[in-house]
């Protein structure tokens, strides 16, 4: 009868550990959980009161739960625990047992047990799982971190103590904390991982779905994205019936930081483009605006061009990897830069360089990350790399050309990891429309140089660029195995993940159309 | 400008340099500037020395092919000043 009643201690605490088991699988917060473990304690050790404190990111212990011997929870801010033996249970890392006979004389009156009419108090730390420590390399060989002390208050001193079923309880305490932890950490993540997508939905919709198809030449473009959003940006902006805007930009940096100020230079384009300036003075004053609102370590690199219908070409290469133009003929000439990046000088002098664009040329502007795109052996693409894809290109529209680029590069990788952003803009230039080009006569030249450094503001009447380009598409692959294809022209993006099944995404929200169209049309500028 | 505090970047080691060192560079030899630093460079070459062109910071740096040159060239700049 008497051993039915009072069950050997292993079956104690083997049901212990059993309420424990299933209380960490069915119970849903982290309280009832550590509520739970405390009860256990109290019970094995016979205390009157226990009491978990856990460390915060301070480094300081703070009461989480505190019990009675009859499961009721206590009060927190009236909970009393002795500083001095928190302390050195904090320093020594080890369980400690204070009676009233070794009671520490260092303790003020308050924290002394004895106040609290108890005779012992037991203090075992709870320390970071060794597997969580093994981990992190970072802290290997150190000691492990404290996540908090289970505190027990007893009238009478602790007999009989099983140790290694206190340690169970510990252990299970820093399961349940870090458990905790890392869920907060997961709820955390697929929060910013939500607001990334956002923001890369929101960058892909400033890219140009539609650009320009006019007689005078065919433009197409691409960007692939190194990280979800990326600081590379392009656009093409309708200045007039005869002159586009051709941006091609790299901010230094990847990821969230380098996409915003891509957003940023994109919109400074379109917006001063339009104001019918000469491209060195557009760029000089989206230099000026970003020295003055962006931090001192960023800057971008970009190519600013405007072209003609009569094929000339008036650009600025601000520290950009210099445009290739591939001739008719097969010669391939550069188009270098002779500027400082915007966002680095405020006082910086920008200088516009002029060519001519013949029949049949292309024109190719992009960033460095074709160039300095990598295979498995860590070489380089390199300019030679893409000059040479460019002498041997055999192909005759501009949608030939763009992939041609992204398939030389994607051979020549090898399914190495993208390790820049990707930006390509390319034109095939097919030549002047009689009816709306013409050469400009000197007077008009002078004229424009002259007003070089005066804007002249024309009234800008919104036009639509009514003409649907052909499909065609950009892949990348982001850093969570997805892949992405991006189809201008038709408003649909394909994901493909690894493994797994593919999704249609219809983007809702084609941008209508960029640019404008002067009415008091002024005859383009030199530079 | 001969600075109150001088200070030579030995680079040789350095065969590449990203867009964001290249910001981070810009940034140090802003700061030295307003400190009435002078950072200088040396063996630049490269990759490295190919991204400076391209961003003209070659004629912002003041760069010396080696380390030993570097520093003499404060000690020319001291006798000139002096």
Redesign the interface.
Known sequence: MTLIMVPPPETQVEHHLGVLARTCVARSTLEDALTTIVDAAIELTHAQQGVLLLAKSSGKLEVTVARDAQRVSLPLHQVQTSSAVLRRVMGSRRELIVTEAEEDSSLAPQARIGTLGLHSILVIPVDKLPLAEALDATVAGRQSELLGVLYLDSCWPFFHLDREALRMLTRKVAMVVENAALFAALCEKARLDHEVEITRQIQRQMQPVQFPRVPEFEVTGFTVECHAVGGDCLDVVKLSDRCHGLLVG????KGIPASLLASLLQGLFVTIGALDLPPQEVVSRVNRYLCERSP????A?LFYAILDSSGRLDYVNA???PALIRRCSGRVETL??????VG?FSDAQYTCRTTQIEVGDFLLIYT?GIPEAKNRRSEFFGEAGLRRLLQEFPGQTVDDLAEAVRAGVRAFTEGAPQS?DIAVLAVHYRGANLSTSSVRPARAMRAAKARSKYPLVGRIRPTKLEIPLSKRTDHGTHNDGTRIERHYGCGHERRDRVGGGKQRVPREDQRAAHGGEKEDRLERGEC | MAGKKKIVLNVANVNYIDSTGVGVLVACFNSARSHDAALKLANVWSRFREVLQMTRLLTVFDTYDSEAAAIQSFAKSLRAAG
């Open positions: 790299d901010i230094a940096g001192e370590d960023w800057y690199t520290g950009h990897v270098e830069s002779s500027n400082f990046p680095m460095d820049d």
